[in-house]
């Protein structure tokens, strides 16, 4: 899957699945930042790295755990209420989301040290090993649950998502959009 320019502006609560699509096109834009940092810290920049890794832990230690909650606890159940075409998506995908999590751990663990890298070989190799797994998940999900959840879902099931989705990320009840309410 190509990355793409991140919607501008990004999709609300009430488009629950294009807030969804576009966490996936955020995850794609961090990917390619990531896979440039080798290269930029063999040219000794880490310094001039720091806020740009920063930005990246912070998106995959927050945004990107939420959002696989989303899937997990509200999209996928949805699903498969629906129609049991889903469930052999529905498992794999959740499978893959603890090994996405745990590359991410062993990868940040790194980036938390980047003053201290020494090796940007070793570093390119976690991060492409990291980058092209996230690739794969994001194009199989877009694929296997997003687009045919676009027909799958009636207005009600996205209100419900989107409310969930909502109440994870803390959002007060008279802060949500008319159609949320």
Not at 7 to 23: E, K, M, N, T, V
Request: proline share 7%; with cysteine; charged share 30%.
């Amino acid at each position: 899957m190509p990355d793409f320019p991140f919607p501008q502006p990004a999709p609300g609560f009430d488009d629950p699945l294009g807030l969804l699509r576009a966490c996936h096109m955020r995850m794609l834009m961090h990917c390619s930042t990531l896979e440039k940092l080798p290269a930029q810290i063999d040219a000794g920049k880490q310094a001039e790295l720091q806020e740009t890794v920063e930005k990246i832990r912070h998106y995959f230690n927050t945004a990107a755990h939420l959002h696989h909650q989303d899937e997990e606890r509200d999209l996928f159940p949805l699903l498969e209420e629906q129609s049991p075409d889903f469930n052999a998506a529905v498992r794999e995908l959740s499978a893959q989301h603890p090994e996405l999590e745990s590359a991410w751990r062993e990868l940040d663990a790194r980036l938390a040290e980047l003053d201290r890298i020494d090796d940007s070989a070793a570093l390119d190799a976690r991060i492409r090993a990291f980058t092209n797994a996230y690739r794969q998940h994001i194009q199989h999900e877009e694929q296997k649950v997003l687009m045919p959840a676009e027909q799958a879902l009636n207005d009600a099931d996205r209100k419900r998502l989107g409310r969930a989705m909502a109440r994870r990320r803390n959002v007060a009840e008279d802060a949500l959009p008319d159609s949320l309410k």
